[in-house]
């Protein structure tokens, strides 16, 4: 299923700036970056269990904010794009 991970960190001192730093980093690994808080993860639900509990652990819920959409398996008609920095297929192979 495709989630949608978004994040809004409180940068506001050091320890902000960290977090910010470590969820951005989880992120990476599991999806790709849309925008700048935005992540693309192409995961199934055990997969989204576990980021969702990594990335909580690493938030300061008192100032800091994470929103998981679950977008499921049909999205791709759920999905437009407008502007530069086109979209890809997750589910497609990848050649770097």
Do not use: P, W
Not at 50 to 79: F, P, Q, T
């Amino acid at each position: 299923m495709l989630v949608l991970i978004t994040y809004d960190v409180d940068t506001t001192s050091a320890d902000g700036c960290r977090r910010l730093r470590k969820v951005a980093r989880q992120c990476v690994n599991y999806g790709q970056r849309v925008q700048n808080s935005v992540f693309e993860c192409h995961m199934d639900a055990a997969k989204c269990r576990e980021v969702k509990a990594i990335l909580e652990s690493l938030i300061d819920k008192s100032k800091d904010s994470l929103r998981l959409y679950y977008l499921g398996n049909h999205y791709k008609n759920k999905v437009e794009h407008i502007g530069v920095k086109s979209g890809f297929d997750v589910t497609e192979t990848l050649i770097f």
